[in-house]
């Protein structure tokens, strides 16, 4: 009987998604199933409208998880959202992929947040930072549905990974109980004698804004078999080849970790690999999973400070 509902249920999605890509209409709401819809992202004066694909179970309870999904290079939401559909169905969460085109949203607008602009060589005001766009979509799904979820979850994969890490770094007064950053390429280190973006030189991070970044729910997650070289690393500034994805990780972790103790605070973040799994592998979302929903469901009140 278990088998059948399953049968049910996995068909339920397909067919849900099968209209989605059929449609060309995008609604302005958040309906049972798989849809989409256009979210006016204000950033600063700009108004830019962005895609937004969902999957809401028809079960969803008021008090059911909210799981953001970035995607990478591909800058497809939609890719992401046919991989996670069945896992929101049968975990019972809100999945919202947002699509981030390139045209729109460059490697600095993206990966990086939009915490700097290349072209005027300068820092940009916190209000037009990229990760702003994930509060105010979170706001707009909680009066949708009518929820009662006061934080969410968010996940990232390759540059997608790079938007999360940063954003724990950059706004750990974000609503996130648990990010998950899987398969980054590269990392911004906690190293306020680096350059941007691969230290906090110049940034508007301060000691007290790392502390509270650290003790948020961060996980570093990366396939066993990601890209990595035969020959290892002894510094970051020799993580320089494409294939020292993997070295790249363990080097923002220990850093992190290690100047948490020399500020004497919390650490909650994680490092953790996917066995067999190398970059592009569908083992990511289900370990992911694993953890978002043992994930708390309210956030540290040290954690707001």
């Not at 990232?156 to 950059?170: C, D, K, L, N, T």
């Not at 650490?267 to 994930?295: C, E, G, M, Q």
């Amino acid at each position: 009987m278990s088998g059948l509902f399953l049968s049910v249920r996995s068909a339920a999605i397909f067919c849900s998604l099968c209209l989605l890509l059929c449609s060309t209409v995008y609604c302005q709401t958040i309906n049972d199933g798989a849809g989409s819809f256009a979210f006016d992202y204000k950033t600063g004066d700009e108004v830019k409208p962005v895609t937004v694909y969902y999957y809401c179970p028809a079960d969803l309870a008021e008090t059911s998880r909210i799981v953001f999904v970035m995607h990478g290079d591909s800058r497809s939401g939609l890719l992401y959202l046919k991989e996670w559909a069945q896992y929101a169905e049968k975990e019972n969460f809100l999945l919202l992929c947002p699509e981030l085109p390139k045209d729109q949203f460059d490697y600095w607008a993206y990966n990086c947040g939009n915490i700097y602009d290349s072209q005027k060589k300068s820092f940009n005001p916190k209000e037009q930072w990229t990760f702003n766009l994930i509060e105010q979509l979170f706001d707009f799904a909680v009066a949708d549905r009518e929820m009662l979820t006061r934080c969410y979850c968010i996940f990232g994969h390759s540059s997608g990974a790079q938007f999360v890490h940063r954003m724990v770094i950059f706004m750990p007064e974000g609503r996130f109980s648990l990010a998950i950053a899987n398969g980054a390429g590269w990392y911004t280190l906690s190293d306020f004698d680096r350059p941007f973006y691969s230290g906090l030189k110049n940034t508007a991070v301060t000691d007290d804004q790392l502390k509270k970044a650290f003790a948020k729910n961060l996980i570093i997650l990366m396939g066993e078999k990601d890209f990595f070289t035969q020959t290892r690393p002894d510094t970051y500034d020799e993580t320089t080849h494409k294939w020292d994805r993997l070295y790249r990780a363990e080097f923002f972790f220990q850093t992190a970790k290690e100047n948490s103790k020399q500020l004497s605070a919390d650490f909650n973040w994680l490092y953790r690999t996917v066995p067999n799994a190398d970059h592009n592998n569908p083992r990511h979302a289900i370990w992911a999973t694993r953890y978002i929903v043992k994930s708390p469901k309210t956030l540290r009140k040290t954690a707001r400070k």
